[in-house]
């Protein structure tokens, strides 16, 4: 390669416009994060040290931003015709499926359903022998 080549080129003016700009939306939509936490763990939560709830708005905060990137590349590939949306769809029933009967295998006892969780408690409690009370 020649030392051309092997250059770092700088982002042009556009990129880097697109970057901040998503940037500043992700940051903004992030802040929901404590709302969540305060929604799931009560409004009291989340002073100086509360780890609980710090590790609840971590995980709202990324659930956020997956969702946002998800919804973005499903819009830019059924947009670009991809696939289509019934496509989508159809695989998101599958891989959905799969993943309930995955977590079925995981947690032997437990089965979701239409209605709800399905528990068989005398198989459940084996599962659940070495969880934290």
Known sequence: MTP???KIQE???ELTRLQNACFAASNVLC???RVFAWWQLGKTR????DVEFQAVADHRELTMLLR???NALLRLLVDKKVFTYE???AQLTDESTHLSNEYA???PG???GPIGLDVNVSIANDTMATWRP
């Open 11 to 13: 982002p042009s003016p």
């Open 110 to 112: 437990f089965r979701a």
């Open 46 to 49: 989340g002073g100086d040290g």
């Open 87 to 89: 496509e989508y769809l």
């Open 31 to 33: 802040k929901w994060r």
């Open 68 to 70: 946002a990137e998800q």
């Open 4 to 6: 051309e080549e092997t």
């Open 105 to 107: 295998k995981k947690f």
